[in-house]
Structures are given as C-alpha cells and as structure tokens.
Nanobody, 124 residues
Framework: QVQLVESGGGLVQTGGSLRLSCAGS????????LGWFRQAPGKEREFVTA????????EYADFVKGRFIVSRDNAKNTMYLQMNTLEPDDTARYYC?????????????????WGQGTQVTVST
C-alpha cells in the first residue's frame, strides 16, 4: 500500500520561500495523479494544487496567484511544492495525497493515501 510522507515545512517570514516534498513508499507513484491540500486551525482542508502522473499538466487554486509551483520526479517517487512570496494566510498544515477520482476534482473526498502533513508557519 502506498504511503506518503511530507517534509520541508517550517517557520518563515512574510515574503519568504519554502519547498515541500512528498515522498512515496510501498508502491510507485509514477502512474498516479497527485495533489497538495492545506488545513489551517478551525478551517476545512482546502485544495492547493494537483499534478498529473506525467507532470505535464497541473492546476492550482486561485489563491496561489502564481506563487506556488508543483513538480514531481517519478524516478525519486517524489512530488514537490515550491512556495514563494509566502503570506501569513498561507499558515497551515500541508498534506499530499493521491487523486483517486477524476482529474479536475478538488474535493478532498476524491483523494486518498493521505500523509501526516507538514506544518508551514508564516510570520509577519
């Protein structure tokens, strides 16, 4: 069974950058579509971005505004999220997951094999 582990979170100042990683084990990820979500305290988990198995197609939530870039290295069984120009509203726990539904779905119920998440905190 596929297991996902996120890493790379931390504390950063407004305007700073972080690069998150999502490493897979227990099975190859190269034929799966993957996504990133985030959840802030007291809020629902929300879609951030998704990337197709080939890496050729991506989509982003509107709030990303060109600040985040998702990528993957199938040889390393890993997906990445480069986050630039971070804002305090980006503070949340970030999760990666496998898209088990149709491409384009942004509902968390369409995703599975969730990792434990990595905390991102952006200070003012």
């Amino acid at each position: 069974q596929v297991q996902l582990v996120e890493s790379g979170g931390g504390l950063v100042q407004t305007g700073g950058s972080l690069r998150l990683s999502c490493a897979g084990s227990g099975g190859p990820l190269r034929f799966t579509n993957l996504g990133w979500f985030r959840q802030a305290p007291g809020k629902e988990r929300e879609f951030v971005t998704a990337i197709k198995w080939s890496g050729s197609t991506t989509e982003y939530a509107d709030f990303v505004k060109g600040r985040f870039i998702v990528s993957r290295d199938n040889a390393k069984n890993t997906m990445y999220l480069q986050m630039n120009t971070l804002e305090p509203d980006d503070t949340a726990r970030y999760y990666c997951a496998v898209l088990r539904g149709s491409w384009g779905s942004r509902d968390s119920s369409s995703f599975g094999y969730w990792g434990q998440g990595t905390q991102v905190t952006v200070s003012t």
